[in-house]
T-cell receptor
Framework: GEDVEQSLFLSVREGDSSVINCTYT??????LYWYKQEPGAGLQLLTY???NMDMKQDQRLTVLLNKKDKHLSLRIADTQTGDSAIYFC??????????WGAGTKLIIKP | DSGVTQTPKHLITATGQRVTLRCSPR?????VYWYQQSLDQGLQFLIQ???????AKGNILERFSAQQFPDLHSELNLSSLELGDSALYFC????????????FGEGSRLTVL
């Protein structure tokens, strides 16, 4: 069935780049999403990529998509303390519903 | 501020009780989604309504039910509550019936004692 997998934790030093990885199973997904959940808040859309793209860049964020390996990554350059959050990867499944990963908690070390 | 309003923010109740969670979607959004977030199960999709009609069903227990009213607000009813129902319940809305950008509320934290 459809499934999205991501590591549960990532720890990086302030100022370094963070790379959060995700694998998905539905090769027919048209869109893949990254959502961010800050402590005590709901999720908010961070960025998304259309399946015919390999890369999308938006300021400090870079999304890479490898369709062959069904691998999606989110790179955050110059990671700041304000980037501490849980990052969810999601794919748009065959029934147009979002299939969610378990979320990766990004921990920033000073 | 996402524009999605959920009430109450916090709720403490006892096992066996029934509660109702309320959600007002963003102005103009026709779809409402309900999610449950717990520590051990992550983010679980419960149910989606589109313009008053049930559109999709996820891992929603039979003890739970939802509806969307003509003014597009939605309610999630949880009955015969168990300790394991303690979780954060999120409502999200979107303009269309298909998934895409979802706008999440801040959640209702339910604690069952």
């Amino acid at each position: 069935g459809e499934d999205v997998e991501q590591s549960l934790f990532l720890s990086v030093r302030e100022g370094d780049s963070s790379v959060i990885n995700c694998t998905y199973t539905d090769s027919s997904s048209t869109y893949l999403y990254w959502y961010k959940q800050e402590p005590g808040a709901g999720l908010q859309l961070l960025t998304y990529i259309f399946s015919n793209m390999d890369m999308k860049q938006d300021q400090r964020l870079t999304v890479l998509l490898n369709k062959k390996d069904k691998h999606l990554s989110l790179r955050i350059a110059d990671t700041q303390t304000g980037d501490s959050a849980i990052y969810f990867c999601a794919e748009q499944g065959s029934n147009y519903q979002l299939i969610w990963g378990a979320g990766t908690k990004l921990i920033i070390k000073p | 501020d996402s524009g999605v309003t959920q009430t109450p923010k916090h709720l403490i109740t006892a096992t066996g009780q029934r509660v109702t969670l309320r959600c007002s979607p963003r102005s103009g959004d026709l779809s409402v989604y309900w999610y449950q977030q717990s520590l051990d199960q992550g983010l679980q999709f419960l149910i989606q309504y589109y313009n008053g009609e049930e559109r999709a069903k996820g891992n929603i227990l039979e003890r739970f039910s939802a509806q969307q009213f003509p003014d597009l607000h939605s309610e999630l009813n949880l009955s015969s509550l168990e300790l394991g129902d303690s979780a954060l319940y999120f409502c999200a809305s979107s303009p269309s019936g298909g998934a895409g950008e979802l706008f999440f509320g801040e959640g209702s934290r339910l604690t069952v004692l």
